[in-house]
């Protein structure tokens, strides 16, 4: 128990060292040693500790309540999923967040939801967290453990970066977006990740989303080690 909460104080420091990188970086070439924010993992001693940090800039990611329909669909299917499932998963989620009953080709709405024996029905309203997509009709855990990692709600714009990294750039292709041709979005809301293992055992893992100025949007322990 003392090494886990060892490990837990170290994640929790690794967190905020994430978040100093962020509000200290200026983004020039010449700022170097500064955190990437494309997921790159950076190994950090601390307290006895030796701490993963990761940081993921969120409008690299698919935002559950802005993304078409066709690059939702991509998104699963860049996972493994067929594309005759894939597009019915993008069309239910679409049914999930807008606020009307009609039902998309592929998607579900009340009806459906009730055929399936389920006893709630669409939000009819944005996700809140990416949580939700787990009450999405066809989602199953093994879909959504796969596309956890790749998914937002706190883009803070519509549009789509035109610098991402490759990972995004994969399935903004599979979608048929030509992401040098529109606009960039700007780098504000941030996922950082710290896994802290301490030379006696204790281990505990951190995972963050923050905004730029320091707001915490969201704190969560757990997630898979590495």
């Keep these: 128990m003392a090494e886990n909460a060892v490990a837990r104080a170290a994640a929790d420091a690794g ?15 010449t700022d170097k040693g500064r955190f990437r924010t494309d997921g790159t993992v ?24 802005k993304a078409p329909e066709a690059l939702l ?8 999923v067929d594309p005759g499932r894939a597009q019915s998963l993008a069309d239910a989620i679409a049914d999930f967040r807008d606020a009307d009953n009609l039902t998309h ?19 009819n309203a944005p996700f809140q967290t990416t949580d939700e997509l787990q009450q999405v009709l066809g989602m199953t855990p093994e879909i959504y453990r796969r596309v956890a ?8 714009t519509a549009t789509i970066p035109t610098a ?6 994969q399935i903004l292709r599979r979608a048929g977006f030509n992401s040098a041709s529109l ?15 301490s030379a006696n055992g204790g281990v505990f893992i951190r995972q963050a989303i923050v905004q730029r100025g320091s707001w915490i949007l969201s704190w ?6 590495t």
């Design 73 to 80: 669909a991509a998104l699963f299917a860049s996972v493994g």
């Design 105 to 123: 080709p592929q998607g579900a709405e009340v009806a459906e939801y009730r055929d399936a024996g389920l006893a709630w029905g669409p939000k």
């Design 220 to 225: 969560q322990q757990g997630g898979p080690k």
């Design 183 to 197: 606009p960039t979005a700007p780098s504000i809301v941030f996922s950082i990740r710290a896994e802290a293992k």
């Design 42 to 65: 950076y190994g950090w001693p601390f307290a006895n500790c030796t701490v993963h940090i990761s940081v993921k800039d969120e409008a690299f990611k698919v935002d559950l309540n």
């Design 164 to 169: 991402v990294d490759e990972r995004f750039a």
């Design 149 to 156: 990692p790749d998914l937002s709600v706190y883009s803070v």
């Design 15 to 29: 967190i905020q060292r994430a978040v100093l990188e962020l509000e200290t970086s200026t983004g020039a070439p």
